[in-house]
């Protein structure tokens, strides 16, 4: 199965908002609401970001969201800060009870 | 606190086998989905398997189905990967990670990861 769709990099001045997109089809994001987002820093292991399309687990930032729209997800970032630059994946259950990352989004911080 | 160690990387030959394992602590293991998600290296997150918490539903990424098993000894909160027919796009940093749950809905996320293991298949 084919990864989802993310744009490779998407970049931001402090302060501004910046939104990754995630494209996928109607047997992956488009047909359930377990779409998550991680976040991950050169050499070191993903952090949960996002689940359930737009929750936030404990300690996670107000200034990252996520929603859905049909077969797209989407996070956002507002208020950048340096600390935000790194690499961002999302990731969705598919029909074939497996799950299924994006190709990463790496997020530059200007 | 929540630690999940894995280990059992290293450099392989083509056609060989290896067996990974992470070493889980501070939450019930036996309650716990866990998956194995693996980065070649410069390369993208990729899952790899998926086993519910007492092992009964498997799960894996046609990739590396019908050559990888994934398992979990409950007895001594540990997960294993046994990778068999290694190739060459096997080669990557292998991470364990803990399935994610609200109330005792499970929701498909990771929550937890390991440093990760190296396994590299080369001749």
């Known amino acids: 199965q084919s990864a989802l769709t993310q744009p490779a990099s998407v970049s931001g001045s402090p302060g501004q908002s910046i939104t990754i997109s995630c494209s996928g089809t109607s047997s992956d994001i488009g047909g359930y609401s377990y779409v998550s987002w991680y976040q991950q820093y050169p050499g070191k292991a993903p952090k949960l970001m996002i689940y359930?399309?737009?929750n936030r687990p404990s300690g996670v930032s107000d200034r990252f969201s996520g929603s859905k729209s049909g077969n797209t997800a989407s996070l956002t970032i507002s208020g950048l800060q340096a600390e935000d630059e790194a690499v961002y994946y999302c990731?969705?259950?598919?029909?074939?009870?497996?799950?299924?990352f994006g190709g990463g989004t790496k997020l530059t911080v200007l | 606190e929540v630690q999940l160690l894995e280990s059992g990387g290293g450099l392989v030959q083509p056609g060989g086998s290896l067996r990974l394992s992470c070493a889980a602590s501070g939450f019930t293991f036996s309650n716990n989905a866990m998956n194995w998600v693996r980065q070649a290296p410069g390369k993208g997150l990729e899952w790899v398997s998926h086993?519910?918490?007492?092992?009964?539903?498997?799960y894996y990424a046609d990739s590396v189905k019908g050559r990888f098993t994934i398992s979990r000894d409950i007895s001594k909160n540990t997960l294993y990967l046994q990778m068999k027919s290694l190739r060459a796009e096997d080669t990557a940093v292998y991470y364990c990670?803990?399935?994610?749950?609200?109330?005792?809905?499970?929701?498909?996320?990771?929550?937890?990861w390991g440093q990760g293991t190296m396994v590299t298949v080369s001749s």
């Open positions: 359930h399309v737009s």
């Open positions: 086993i519910s918490g007492r092992g009964i539903g498997t």
């Open positions: 990731n969705s259950y598919t029909s074939s009870s497996t799950l299924l």
């Open positions: 990670a803990k399935g994610f749950y609200d109330s005792s809905d499970y929701l498909w996320a990771l929550d937890f």
